[in-house]
């Protein structure tokens, strides 16, 4: 299982993009993904080059989990299959946020 954290602060480990600190994922200078799973659509590495606004509006199937962020828009796109089987947490506390699909990253950080 591969691990991703997301946060608007730096922790340990973590890189910069946008107003974002990352661990885990794939990033370019313009957007992060994380994809967990597999959906039947498209494959990984296919869902990771599709633009985030486009992967909003889609309708996928599988057992999957997306987080997604653009640095343009400065927004978070969290994207799991219907029935939630691969967890992301977030934590959400005096202006501090984490995303992560590690409920020990969050506590940890």
């Not at 509006?57 to 799991?80: A, F, P, R, T």
Request: hydrophobic fraction near 40%; include cysteine; charge should be positive.
């Amino acid at each position: 299982m591969n691990f991703v954290t997301i946060s608007n602060r730096k922790f340990a480990g973590s890189q910069r993009l946008g107003a974002i600190y990352f661990k885990g994922g794939t990033a370019s200078t313009s957007q992060f993904t994380f994809i967990d799973g597999e959906c039947v659509e498209f494959t990984n590495d296919e869902m990771s080059r599709i633009p985030m606004n486009r992967i909003r509006s889609l309708s996928l199937s599988g057992i999957y989990s997306y987080i997604g962020y653009d640095v343009e828009s400065n927004s978070i796109l969290i994207k799991n299959d219907r029935i939630g089987r691969i967890p992301i947490f977030v934590f959400h506390k005096s202006g501090v946020f984490i995303i992560s699909n590690s409920i020990w990253e969050i506590i940890l950080n």
